[in-house]
């Protein structure tokens, strides 16, 4: 189908219905010999600094910087059904809440499960995302998606992942953003020194249809990461660098508003965004279950829609616990 005449047509609801088909029929198969699930809780508490606080996915920009203060709390759970078969969830929420700004303070709850078995020839997988964004104590944003994996361990050093992406957006007070989207990318790993050094790259291509063509884009998603870990002054350290590019042409033309005395909006050339984000993160474990993590990111977006076309870095530093 020609990418002009596609329609946003909602998702989420069958791909979930039968993602929880096939997570039930999964289950019912299981031995009885399954092992008991653990149990792993986190709670973080910190601060970061934006210089530009923003919300992105409305093309709200302040140009201004502000402080935050940071509160993740979250439980995981892992199942070995049995030697193959493994079962995960988990539940997390996320709460920011700015010194100056607090209209953009942010709330987001999430809840994931995957399901994977590992076969002779590689690992099939399958997972279910849901996260809520409450945006100054109002609902804003809901996210599902629906993931299919293929993963594969070659010797010792090399892993490879490849992976179709379902996803809904849906907007509370902004339906033309609503939209589903097609990512289909892959993953490459080299692990070094024990296990304990890495270096990954990544691609996805990225097909977003919105309720309003304003809103849909195509997209190339290219990213790469380098972690080390190490001993620092007798304690468990880790360092990660890491880089995102995005690059996304639009179908229809940009909204701008305009700067006449009657409120108008006016159209501009087709919106054309491209993105890179540069990260810097060092956490130091203190314990066996509480350390501490400063990090910095840096992001360019670039877009010939003014209210998209910015830069922001954002420097953080938590107290991270683990149990």
Known sequence: ????????????????LAFGALLGSLLLSLP???????????????????SNVSVKELDRVTNTGDWAGVINVGAKTHWA????????????HDHKHYTEFDEFDLDVSRGNVEVSYDFSALTLGVSHDVALARLDQQDFLQLAQTRLYAS??????????????????SFTDQPERDADSKIWGGDIYWFMNQANSFVSFGVDRDD?????DNYSYEGVNLRARWSHKFTFLGL?????LGWRYSDRDY???????SSNALGETEAVDNRA????HWEAKWTLGLNANVSVAAKIDYADYQSNLASANYQETVSSVQLQTRF
């Not at 009885?32 to 970061?48: H, I, K, M, R």
């Open 208 to 212: 977003e249809v919105a309720q309003l």
């Open 152 to 169: 594969k361990l070659i010797g010792q050093n090399v892993y490879l992942r490849g992976q179709f992406t379902q996803q809904n957006k």
């Open 251 to 257: 179908q229809g033309p940009a909204i701008e508003p």
């Open 236 to 240: 468990a350290s880790q360092t990660q």
């Open 81 to 92: 059904a049995t030697d193959k078969l493994n079962v995960r969830a988990g539940i997390f």
């Open 273 to 276: 965004d491209r993105q890179q």
């Open 1 to 16: 189908m020609n990418k002009l005449t596609k329609k946003y047509e909602p998702k989420n609801a069958p791909t979930g």
């Open 32 to 50: 009885v010999q399954a092992q008991t699930p653990s149990l792993n809780l986190q709670l973080d508490l910190g601060a970061e600094y934006d």
